[in-house]
């Protein structure tokens, strides 16, 4: 039973930083693309249909709903920061928690984190080819037919093949290389911005400060209840964190990406809100029009269909955006759970040529696609933000707990606060999976339990740490 509860030494999970079978990551991103990734991995269509769902509960008070959400979040990234920055390695929560809580706790985050990352990149990828009809049918007026574009099962769906197609696309540029990625989630976020911006330029053409009044007619439940629903449009700031081993300077550059991500995705939150409340009153946001909500609004505003042709292609290139950035976030944590002997071994080898784990790559992107093209996610979707959460939990504990057992590491960032900071961070945690459906927790139960089967079958035996000590 102590085998099970056992860590790896801090200073072994940083010096194996970079080293898989057959080859080595190469360090190519700096503070810039770390950024960006993170970024690119938060902003993606929550944005763009959250606010139909959201500003009912809360009517113009969901600007501060978003803050509340934001400062939320926030204690569990200045966990994650400090984390990043002391143990930058691509495991990112997974190998705090071996570092700090144990192996069989170190398990459970990289489990949840399979949940986090594989399943919601294929439910996002389900909904690709939703958001391509919308921008082809603004622009061009016809459709791609729903056999190809919704899962067996749903409104005439055969295979999801649009889904299937954007998870390709995604796996063909990170077969390219860390640099490359990195390269083209740039460019995507680049211009995911830069249509939010111009979403809310046009909003504001059409503003009205009447829309503000009253400002809170729900109250504080009504902003408390659209806080909890806002908060996930926040999941992803730790995206950066996974890049830890092809990081230039991960030491000083994660923990910055990190918190610089949260800001300016918070930023262009309250901006896009308070633009589109103003635009029009709360009381005509319909949550069952949450897809074309953003759209609906410029195109109210100009009395033009052009401006929503524009936002349309916006959602489409947020969705590309994700996937790419989040496929490769679960490749690196795949590749330092394979180093640690925990899943087979082929996820950590590395092409020499390419430097990057090509057959791992390849692997994930099979998985992606069949759950995304075949299977309709439903209430496993889900389960993913509990999984994340619970991840969050464990870095805001882990920061605690490497503080007293190992005060002499180098911390280019510490979690202000502390340990407040990490402490009100478990507790958000806690309180808003305590606010989560009944069904998420049974398939989130589910999940584990299958977790801890794969464990002691193949992960407890292969530990390349028990191994060692048995040695």
Same mark, same amino acid.
């Given at each position: 039973?102590?085998?099970?509860?056992?860590?790896?030494?801090?200073?072994?999970?940083?010096? &194996?930083?970079?080293?898989?079978?057959?080859? &080595?990551?190469?360090?190519?991103?700096?503070?810039?693309?770390?950024?960006?990734?993170?970024?690119?991995?938060?902003?993606?269509?929550?944005?763009?249909? !959250?606010?139909?769902?959201?500003?009912?509960?809360?009517?113009?008070?969901?600007?501060?709903? /978003?803050?509340?959400?934001?400062?939320?979040?926030?204690?569990?990234?200045?966990?994650?920061? @400090?984390? +990043?920055?002391? !143990?930058?390695?691509?495991?990112?929560?997974?190998?705090?928690?071996?570092?700090?809580?144990? &192996?069989?706790?170190?398990?459970?985050?990289?489990?949840?984190?399979?949940?986090?990352?594989?399943?919601?990149?294929?439910?996002?990828?389900?909904?690709?080819?939703?958001?391509?009809?919308?921008?082809?049918?603004?622009?061009?007026?016809?459709?791609?037919?729903?056999?190809?574009?919704?899962?067996?099962?749903?409104?005439?769906?055969?295979?999801?093949?649009?889904?299937?197609?954007?998870?390709?696309?995604?796996?063909?540029?990170?077969?390219?290389?860390?640099?490359?990625?990195?390269?083209?989630?740039?460019?995507?976020?680049?211009?995911?911005?830069?249509?939010?911006?111009?979403?809310?330029?046009?909003?504001?053409?059409?503003?009205?400060?009447? %829309? /503000?009044?009253?400002?809170?007619?729900?109250?504080?439940?009504?902003?408390?209840? +659209?806080?909890?629903?806002?908060?996930?449009?926040?999941?992803?700031?730790?995206?950066?964190?996974?890049?830890?081993? @092809?990081?230039?300077?991960?030491?000083?550059?994660?923990?910055?990406?990190?918190?610089?991500?949260? *800001?300016? *995705?918070?930023?262009?939150?309250?901006?896009?809100?308070?633009?589109?409340?103003?635009?029009?009153?709360?009381? &005509?946001? %319909?949550?069952?029009?949450? @897809?074309?909500?953003?759209?609906? !609004?410029?195109?109210?505003?100009?009395?033009?269909?052009?401006?929503?042709?524009?936002?349309?292609?916006?959602?489409?290139?947020?969705?590309?955006?994700?996937?790419?950035?989040?496929?490769?976030?679960?490749?690196?944590?795949?590749?330092?759970?394979?180093?640690?002997?925990?899943?087979?071994?082929?996820?950590?080898?590395?092409? #020499?040529?390419?430097?990057?784990?090509?057959?791992?790559?390849?692997?994930?992107?099979? /998985?992606?696609?069949?759950?995304?093209?075949?299977?309709?996610?439903?209430?496993?979707? @889900?389960?993913?933000?509990?999984?994340?959460?619970?991840?969050?939990?464990?870095?805001?504990?882990?920061? !605690?707990?490497?503080?007293?057992?190992? #005060?002499?590491?180098?911390?280019?960032?510490?979690?202000?606060?502390?340990?407040?900071?990490?402490?009100?961070?478990?507790?958000?945690?806690?309180?808003?999976?305590?606010?989560?459906?009944?069904?998420?927790?049974?398939?989130?139960?589910?999940?584990?339990?299958?977790?801890?089967?794969?464990?002691?079958?193949?992960?407890?035996?292969?530990?390349?740490?028990?191994?060692?000590?048995?040695?």
């Amino acid at each position: 039973m102590r085998q099970l509860w056992r860590t790896k030494p801090t200073d072994e999970i940083v010096g &194996e930083a970079g080293h898989g079978e057959g080859g &080595e990551l190469r360090r190519t991103m700096g503070l810039w693309q770390l950024t960006l990734f993170s970024v690119g991995a938060t902003l993606g269509t929550g944005i763009f249909v !959250i606010l139909g769902q959201a500003v009912p509960k809360a009517g113009p008070a969901v600007i501060l709903a /978003f803050v509340m959400a934001a400062i939320t979040a926030l204690f569990s990234a200045l966990s994650y920061a @400090e984390l +990043a920055g002391t !143990i930058p390695v691509s495991g990112s929560s997974y190998s705090y928690a071996y570092a700090t809580l144990g &192996e069989i706790v170190a398990w459970v985050c990289g489990w949840c984190l399979m949940l986090e990352y594989a399943v919601s990149v294929a439910a996002v990828a389900v909904g690709w080819g939703q958001y391509l009809n919308a921008f082809l049918q603004d622009l061009f007026g016809w459709q791609l037919p729903a056999a190809i574009t919704h899962s067996p099962g749903e409104s005439g769906g055969v295979v999801n093949v649009t889904a299937i197609l954007i998870v390709l696309l995604a796996t063909w540029v990170l077969l390219g290389g860390a640099s490359e990625s990195a390269a083209a989630n740039v460019v995507f976020v680049l211009i995911k911005v830069a249509v939010l911006l111009f979403f809310c330029v046009v909003a504001f053409t059409a503003f009205q400060a009447q %829309n /503000f009044t009253p400002f809170a007619p729900l109250g504080i439940a009504g902003i408390t209840a +659209a806080a909890s629903q806002v908060f996930f449009s926040y999941i992803g700031f730790d995206a950066a964190s996974t890049a830890g081993e @092809e990081a230039k300077n991960p030491r000083r550059d994660l923990p910055l990406a990190i918190v610089l991500s949260l *800001v300016i *995705v918070t930023v262009v939150y309250v901006l896009v809100a308070t633009a589109a409340v103003g635009a029009m009153p709360w009381t &005509e946001f %319909n949550p069952e029009t949450t @897809e074309a909500g953003l759209a609906l !609004i410029v195109n109210l505003a100009t009395g033009a269909t052009w401006p929503g042709v524009i936002v349309s292609f916006g959602a489409v290139i947020a969705i590309a955006s994700v996937v790419l950035t989040v496929m490769y976030g679960q490749t690196r944590i795949l590749f330092a759970m394979s180093r640690d002997g925990l899943i087979p071994r082929v996820f950590q080898k590395v092409n #020499p040529r390419r430097q990057v784990p090509v057959a791992n790559t390849l692997i994930v992107a099979s /998985f992606v696609s069949v759950l995304a093209g075949l299977i309709p996610l439903g209430q496993l979707a @889900e389960a993913t933000s509990i999984g994340t959460l619970f991840a969050f939990a464990i870095v805001n504990v882990g920061v !605690i707990v490497l503080r007293r057992t190992r #005060p002499d590491l180098p911390r280019d960032f510490k979690t202000p606060f502390f340990p407040l900071t990490p402490v009100l961070g478990v507790i958000m945690c806690v309180v808003v999976m305590a606010g989560l459906a009944g069904v998420t927790w049974v398939a989130f139960l589910l999940w584990l339990a299958v977790g801890f089967g794969c464990y002691f079958l193949y992960g407890y035996r292969h530990s390349r740490l028990r191994t060692e000590m048995q040695s």
